[in-house]
């Protein structure tokens, strides 16, 4: 979600790719709901390992989940890291509709959050690479 959710926010300033330390191989179809209630299409997104980055030119790295900051490796030329740990909605549990509210619950903050980065980000102007 989080990728989707900076895309939609600042994909035009920023080369925005999303991976994690243990990727589930998929993308939660929860996940894909919540987004396109938003007018978000993350349907063709895929669950990829972070060590797909390693040598790629990577400026900020910001983590989502749990200790994701502390399993994150620094990235050659590596400026900026940012964590905001969001709860993993993939791990709530209840009705159907209580895990998708919970899913729900967890985009609104991602918006939230990434939104405001990406109004800083336009506010400054320098355009980073996440």
Not at 31 to 54: G, N, Q
Not at 56 to 83: L, M, S
Not at 100 to 125: C, H, P, Q, W
Request: glycine share 8%.
């Amino acid at each position: 979600m989080a990728e989707g959710i900076l895309r939609h926010a600042a994909g035009d300033l920023l080369e925005i790719h999303s991976a994690g330390s243990d990727p589930a191989g998929y993308v939660h179809p929860k996940a894909i709901a919540a987004l396109k209630e938003i007018h978000i299409d993350i349907s063709a997104h895929t669950s990829k390992h972070m060590d797909t980055f390693l040598k790629g030119k990577i400026t900020t790295v910001i983590t989502v989940c749990g200790n994701a900051d502390q399993a994150c490796p620094t990235f050659p030329g590596q400026v900026n890291r940012y964590h905001w740990r969001f709860d993993d909605p993939a791990h709530a549990q209840g009705s159907e509709e209580e895990v998708m509210e919970a899913f729900r619950t967890v985009r609104d903050r991602i918006k939230l959050v990434f939104e405001a980065y990406a109004a800083g980000i336009r506010g400054n102007s320098t355009g980073e690479t996440t």
